[in-house]
């Protein structure tokens, strides 16, 4: 049949398995938002404030269900706006396919209206990119970009579609999505080397991440391993949820801020055995140091980390659910009474945050909500040290339950994701919403979006008036010159929610805290609590840049007691 | 450029990649990003139009060359990706144009008929020498060129294949 380039964009995108869009309109994609008119039926489109916002909730969309998150933004400024979007898309292998319209190919190149190099300005931050310029090649450029968007490290792909495109005709053929093919073949000598490494060791310790909380099959398949091989874990910030936290294997977050037992368990292990981590300068803060007395043993499915940050003593490329569950049989069930021993002393002498009567603390916060909302809960993070203190004190245990930007740190990325989360799970679905009043004020223009779709987000904001991250290192490394940390903001949240017309609250106390989450509970849209906290509190345990377990501080006066 | 200022040994790269719009900027994108320095750099189609091959060189160490591998091999137009073997046939084009005179004529003369430079332009005050051959020759000849006033020069970098019936599409593809 003969369709024109928009009516094509519809088809493939029902073809895919679209049936949401998070996007905002503008001149070169009119013919597009056109045809979605006359489509409302098959494609919902999710408008948002602002093109990334949008990006961001094609992200929490598909981080919430593992299905590819689809934006569309227009040219030029549309088009850069997804930018920030892609790129944490990016970092966290999250899959995504952005579309963008393009000024006419007569005048492609030509600094026409509302121009921009999108595909040049997007290579470094996508999978591969694409600009379409013959209606011919659309139906089967859109299906690349999704197959590549879904295949091996997932990620974004972006089409580009220049806007005389969506208006031209040619014959189009429907086709089934082609099959996401996962590689099962690993190598069998690899395979033997790993085992054999971690049946010697009497000291392991498994250390994962984002590639493993990917799938349900590589989840299963990681904690079989664990248990038969009686190895304690510690995941990154990619990888909360996969392992119980009542389980005694489960040290906690590595890292920068992770907790004393699971750095100073890699710190003298005799193996690691990394899976679905990349060795980032978050965890490896210091890559000749890290795991000094251990081999390591790597399992990741882009050959290309191997080596990158950390030099392995073996590796094995491919799947983490395939090699795990290939590598079960090979590993003997063991013991490691002794190493357990010694885990337990240093989990004693853990750092345990104080609990206050008297002010808010952002820890009992965190599990107050967590407590009140039930273990089904999403939780979306802006980044910084509310960020943190989520991760530290989230107990849930739900691999797609903890939807945070790790690799880029993009503050501002929750309100969107958020979005996209409660848009994918449906408002019967619980989504919190946590953030700093420095993050929020990037972003926070999509409550309307929240307001206009009826999406019940709780948005919790630990409002300690300073960019804390910030200020927290200004105050151990820069002898406490808080250069732009202290904005003297005047904003007053609850007036802002009425504005947009969400629900706000303010609270000071625990009592308040409850009573506001409950009501906020009860909400058909979103609601905003404001928990006003020190602006001296800081995200501990911390390990300094470059560090060590050594170098780790355990309390808000001293350094380096441990 | 002269070898030893290289603090690592040269290595010739093979890629054959899909022949399209940017794929040229895709691969020194990466390269950029990843801070992989590109020494030279020379793209032809093949036999198949389809298909451009890519040949870059670069000074790196053996696990930066793992890297660089590993990295070009991840984007989507890239087919295939290797190192040539230090045996491989490597060759260069140069074009040099040399300040000359009837003193220096007979001496620049010699030089090119041992290196078998072709002296393709004369004018009263210079001449132009194309030269081909490994990139060792062209240094070597180059090296020779310091006692006279280059005025102008241009070299393609190094364009190379295996030697044998090795061949970088494989056995699947034919």
Known sequence: MILNGSQIFVEVLVEQGVDTLFGYPGGAVLNLYDELYRNQDRIRHIMTAHEQGASHAADGYARATGKTGVVLATSGPGATNLVTGIATAYMDNVPMVAFTGNVGTAVLGRDAFQEAYIEGITMPITKHNYTVRRVEDLADTMREAFRIAQSGRKGPVLVDIPKDITAASCEFTPKKPAEISVNTEVDAEDLARAAELINQATRPVVYFGGGVAVSEASCQALRDLIAKADMPATYTLMAAGVLNYGDRRNLGLIGMHGTYTANKAVDQADLVLAVGARFSDRVALNPEKFAAGAKIVQIDIDASEVDKNVLVDASVVGDAAVVLQALLPLVNAADHPDWFTQIAEWQAADYQPKDSETVLKPHQIIRETCEMTGPDTTYVTDVGQHQMWAAQYVLHTKPRGFLTSGGLGTMGYGYGAAIGAQVALGNGHRVIHFTGDGSFHMNLNEACTAVSYELPIITIIFNNQVLGMVRQWQTAFYGKRYSSTDPERKTDYVKLAEGFGAKGYRCETMAEFRAALAEALTNPGPSWIECRIDKDEKVLPMIPPGGTVQDITMSDDERGQV | ?174
């Open chain 2, 1 to 174: 450029m002269m070898e030893n200022q290289y603090k690592y040994p040269r290595r010739v790269i093979s890629i054959l990649a899909v022949n399209r719009y940017g794929v040229l900027a895709r691969i020194s994108n990466m390269f950029n990003r990843r801070s992989f320095n590109i020494d030279s750099i020379t793209t032809s189609e093949t036999m198949d139009p389809g298909i451009a091959n890519i040949t870059i060189t670069v000074h790196v160490d053996e696990q930066k060359l793992k890297q660089l591998l590993l990295q070009t091999r991840r984007l989507e137009d890239v087919r295939e990706v290797y190192e040539l073997a230090t045996a491989s046939v490597q060759r260069e084009l140069l074009l040099i144009k040399v300040r000359a005179d009837k003193d220096n004529l007979p001496s620049l003369r010699d030089i090119a008929g041992v290196y078998k430079a072709k002296i393709i332009d004369l004018s009263p005050d210079s001449l132009v020498m194309e030269l081909t051959g490994k990139p060792e020759k062209v240094e070597g000849f180059l090296n020779m060129m310091r006692n006279y006033e280059v005025l102008e020069m241009c070299r393609t970098g190094i364009t190379a294949l295996e030697r044998g019936t090795d061949h970088i599409f494989g056995d699947e593809e034919n």
